[in-house]
């Protein structure tokens, strides 16, 4: 039986603490010549399991070298596997292997580099792994009184032992105490007693957990326009609270989120403070100031839409965020919609996490069943609650003149608030495989010159879920519901009142094709619900089919109900996914109730339809 120690946890210090065949080897001379025969190399490990082969044969250096290896490259190698392959069997659990590497019959371990041959044809490794090992004697040490470590359930007596769940118990126990407030805690001393006769590992890893410390301040470093003061408050760094590792991400997300930045590092000090704070150090980079964006997107019933966006970072020097967009959809038709907005967003303005928005926004709408011509105005605070959810509020002005089934050029004003909140749990936001998307929206307005005062509701919900191990089939579905409340049809803004029909809502149908008829025209309803459903199937790394089925409701009142006007879409699509982009989305539809008339529909455009 022997004994080795040595303190710190890595899996080099690790495997130097286990090293019967591990080799320390310096070249000082010049080797001869290079090999430009044929060179064959091969590996047989008879006794090692087939996936523990395949992961030899992947770390072996020698195994991939070519015919044209000089020599000096093939004892090189060759030195380098037996460390490599030892340090393989050692993670898998194998702590008394035997591992022979000779070339053209000799074991490169015992070549004399001063005299080395004049050339290798064949090396030839052979891996005897020996038995697999169980823990014996499993510690960690101390662990703190209230703070779960979470070791891992394999490092208990009589479970596999390897290098990893070594790593990983000593990793679990630091990360304990980090959580306490240690931020300095360290492994002190490690004990590995490999009893090869017994096959038992003892492994007694013991932790200095240091003081408990408090948040001092944070520095910033690096070049940026940003100016210091803004980045502290966007921070908002808990200078004075007992350290926790995530106080310190928050601040780093926080800084991220504004978007002004390409990266942020945060780091602890060196060394505590004299009162018992410690420092950290932020390090930023600016991300380019300007960036524009561009998209576009086809169908049968609503033509070309094309967007386009241009953002600039840190206008005045705080981390503002200024983005402009722009999009005009019903290119080559007579019915032209075009939209221009723009949004200031001014960080950290009125706290921590709380962001001031200013907005600003024209919009000309010619639809199927009416038209308008709108300008809004607004002013709102969005509060971050986490990395996924956040809310916003917002009050604001709204005038809309437009012509529909209840008479031409009607004028609307508005003062309206909104409530806002949004949940993302989406793995994948631009091609999703599991989790939900929830975003929901109450807006109250107030008729200013004697409208009707009245309450609109919005909600959109969306899942996902993954079937089998490989994850090449997802079902997605999604449900929007919207209400108007209060207001009569014929007292509001069309802009206010639903349809359903086309890519957002229904495929298969035509856009906004469905309504509630007024003496032979068509209006919106104050009720709606859309249902849609996705069987996506993935065929390769890029290509995929879906299968779809979508139904809208609408109603003139302010719920859906069974006597609600309906119709429903059905089809098949294909996605080529694109790296750094998403999917690219063909879809093509036909209706299967409702108005049919209309016939096949198509869709083009990127990303997931929802």
Not at 20 to 41: D, N, R, T, W
Not at 164 to 180: E, F, K, P, Y
Not at 382 to 391: A, P, Q
Not at 525 to 546: H, M
Request: hydrophobic share 40%; no cysteine; net charge neutral.
């Amino acid at each position: 039986m022997t004994s080795f120690r040595h303190p710190r946890p890595t899996a080099r210090r690790l495997l130097r603490a286990l090293r019967p065949l591990s080799l320390a080897i310096g070249f000082g001379v010049a080797l001869p010549g290079a090999a430009l025969h044929a060179l064959e190399a091969n590996l047989s490990a008879p006794k090692a399991p087939e996936e523990l082969t395949d992961k030899l044969e992947g770390a072996s250096a020698a195994l991939i070298l070519g015919d044209g290896a000089e020599l000096q490259e093939i004892i090189a190698a060759a030195l380098s596997d037996y460390r490599t392959l030892v340090q393989v069997l050692y993670d898998a659990g194998y702590f008394a292997p035997v591992v022979n590497i000779r070339l053209d019959g000799r074991e490169a371990a015992a070549i004399n580099l001063l005299n080395p041959p004049r050339s290798v044809d064949k090396i030839d490794i052979s891996v005897d792994p020996g038995p697999s090992f169980t823990f014996g004697r499993a510690v960690v040490r101390p662990l703190p009184a209230n703070e779960p470590a979470n070791l891992p359930a394999d490092f208990a007596s009589g479970r596999p032992a390897s290098t990893g769940v070594i790593q990983q118990a000593a990793t679990a126990g630091l990360g304990a105490w980090d959580r306490a407030g240690h931020a300095k805690a360290e492994l002190s001393n490690q004990s590995i007693t490999a009893d090869a006769v017994k096959q038992r590992l003892d492994a007694d890893l013991q932790i200095a957990p240091g003081p408990r410390l408090q948040l001092g301040n944070l520095r910033i470093t690096g070049q940026s326009d940003v100016r210091r003061e803004a980045i502290q408050r966007i921070a908002g760094f808990a200078t004075g609270q007992t350290y926790h590792p995530d106080l310190v991400s928050k601040s780093a997300t926080r800084l991220r989120r504004t978007g002004a930045f390409s990266t942020v590092t945060v780091k602890q000090a060196e060394t505590p403070n004299p009162d018992g704070t410690l420092d950290f150090i932020a390090e930023v980079e600016d991300q380019p100031k300007r960036r524009f964006t561009f998209g576009v997107e086809v169908s049968s019933s609503e033509a070309v839409k094309l967007s386009s966006s241009w953002m600039h970072r840190n206008l005045f020097g705080a981390a503002e965020r200024l983005k402009i967009d722009l999009s005009v959809s019903g290119l080559g038709t007579s019915e032209l919609d075009g939209s221009v907005s723009a949004r200031l967003d001014r960080p950290a303005a009125l706290g921590t996490d709380r962001t001031l928005f200013y907005l600003a926004a024209l919009e000309q709408l010619q639809e199927e069943h009416y038209t308008a011509r709108s300008a809004t105005a607004a002013i709102g605070v969005r509060r971050i609650v986490s990395d996924t959810t956040f809310v916003e509020g917002a009050l604001g002005l709204r005038y809309v003149k437009a012509d529909d089934a209840f008479g031409d050029n009607r004028e609307f004003k508005y003062f309206a608030g909104r409530l806002r909140g949004e949940k993302d749990k989406r793995n994948v936001k631009t091609d999703p495989s599991a989790g939900y998307y929830l975003d929901g929206e109450i807006v109250p307005f107030v008729g200013l010159g004697g409208g009707d005062p009245g309450v609109q509701i919005n909600i959109d919900a969306r899942g996902y879920k993954s079937l089998g191990s490989s994850g090449r089939i997802v079902l997605a579905g999604r449900v929007q519901l919207g209400s108007l409340i209060g207001p009569d049809q014929n007292n509001v803004s069309p802009t206010l009142l639903y349809f359903s029909g086309g890519a957002g809502s229904v495929r298969g149908q035509e856009f906004q094709s469905l309504g509630i008829d007024v003496g032979g025209k068509t209006a919106g309803g104050r009720g709606y619900l859309a249902l849609s459903g996705e069987v996506r199937g993935r065929i390769t790394d890029t290509i995929s089919l879906v299968g779809f089925y979508d139904a809208g409701f609408v109603d003139q009142d302010s719920f859906v109900s069974g006597d609600s006007e309906f119709h429903a879409g059905a089809g098949l699509g294909l996605r080529y996914n694109v790296t750094g982009i998403g999917p690219i989305r063909l879809d093509l539809a036909m209706p299967v109730s409702g108005d049919t008339e209309d016939g096949l529909q198509f869709y083009i455009g990127i990303g997931q339809a929802f």
